[in-house]
């Protein structure tokens, strides 16, 4: 113990042990002994404190990320304006966090605070409050310019631009697209039907001209395909039919859907792709039935049916990506939602003068 004692004291463990006739590495197993036994107390409040002084540093980095994620395009803009973001964001993010990484002090923005608001300050928080309301609702599917007409249809005099700023302000933006692959199937030997629309995608009236696709969803059970007819007047889903299989089956009953629903004069024009479903002896039928002429887009020409190409890109980019579906029931339901009390009642189409496509219709039947 007195070797051990000795060596604690800053004596040279060599010098010890020689001093004492033992070797030295008996002696170095001795005062690690010791250390882990007797020190060990020490050793572990110390290991505590510095494991506990990593903790603090990464949720400070992290919480540094999320500010910066969540100010995108606030450190481009005045003092002000940040100023305002901290005081939106202070009960998520501590101040001295959010002074550090928008490159502002603590004592500017208090004295900013303590100046109360101005006119323009307060009319802000009232504008952030209904756009943070909006852009909920909507799932943040809208950006500036539809949020913009939202706000203008409830008395707001907002001009986009300033919406467009105050999104920035707020860390909100539209959802992104993805990209997403065509489900058609040409390479058949059915016979096919001219191209009756030439990219044309006007209409007269409803029920003059309708566009048919498919389209696909991932779940965990498997891809569920989703067939889809749309107006080419006003842009409504006038029929759609779901199933894990894309069989003629599928398009017939979206088409039997659109009939029932809308009750078209004959002559109306049918425009699809070239998928063997549609040129099916089955589907083709059903057309004759009810008196429709069919049409058919150029091979492997998205273009020639890119009306419908953009419905399936917003119901993807807005519905569907961010989302991960357990099975094709959740799928199902949650696509259902999205045609029947959002895309037709409610969604703001560029094309209409941003209008719904209910809202369009009703209007011009007015």
Wanted: charged content about 30%; overall charge positive.
């Amino acid at each position: 113990m007195q070797a051990v004692k000795r060596v604690l004291a800053g004596h040279p463990v060599a010098a010890v042990a020689r001093e004492l006739g033992i070797g030295e590495s008996l002696l170095h197993n001795w005062v690690t002994r010791h250390r882990l036994t007797e020190g060990g107390g020490a050793l572990q409040v110390e290991q505590a404190a510095e494991i506990a002084r990593l903790k603090r540093a990464l949720a400070h980095k992290e919480e540094e990320a999320a500010i910066l994620k969540k100010s995108d395009g606030v450190l481009c803009a005045g003092i002000p304006v940040r100023y305002a973001f901290l005081q939106t964001h202070e009960d998520r993010f501590s101040v001295l966090a959010m002074c550090r990484v928008l490159d502002v002090t603590r004592s500017g923005y208090y004295a900013w605070k303590r100046r109360g608001e101005s006119p323009r300050d307060e009319e802000n928080r009232r504008l952030d409050a209904d756009l943070q309301r909006l852009y909920n609702f909507h799932k943040g599917r809208y950006g500036a310019p539809r949020l913009t007409l939202d706000l203008r249809a409830e008395g707001w005099r907002a001009s986009r631009r300033r919406v467009a700023k105050r999104l920035r302000m707020l860390g909100l933006r539209a959802k992104a697209a993805r990209k997403f692959k065509a489900t058609t199937q040409s390479k058949h030997g059915l016979p096919t039907a001219p191209n009756r629309l030439e990219q044309d995608f006007t209409a007269a009236a409803p029920n003059r001209v309708w566009l048919a696709d498919i389209t696909y969803v991932g779940t965990d059970e498997g891809w569920l395909y989703l067939a889809v007819v749309l107006d080419v007047y006003s842009r409504a889903v006038v029929g759609w039919a779901m199933a894990e299989r894309i069989t003629r089956d599928l398009v017939i009953a979206a088409l039997t859907m659109a009939v029932w629903r809308r009750r078209p004069a004959p002559g109306l024009i049918a425009h699809s792709d070239r998928g063997s479903q549609y040129a099916s002896g089955g589907y083709q039928a059903a057309l004759e039935l009810h008196g429709f002429l069919c049409s058919m887009s150029r091979k492997g020409n998205c273009y020639d049916n890119a009306a419908m190409e953009s419905f399936f890109h917003s119901l993807k980019v807005e519905q569907v990506h961010d989302r991960r579906y357990r099975t094709r029931e959740e799928a199902r339901a949650d696509i259902f939602e999205y045609i029947e009390t959002y895309y037709n009642p409610i969604r703001r189409h560029s094309t209409l003068d941003y209008l719904s496509p209910r809202d369009f219709e009703n209007r011009k039947a007015a």
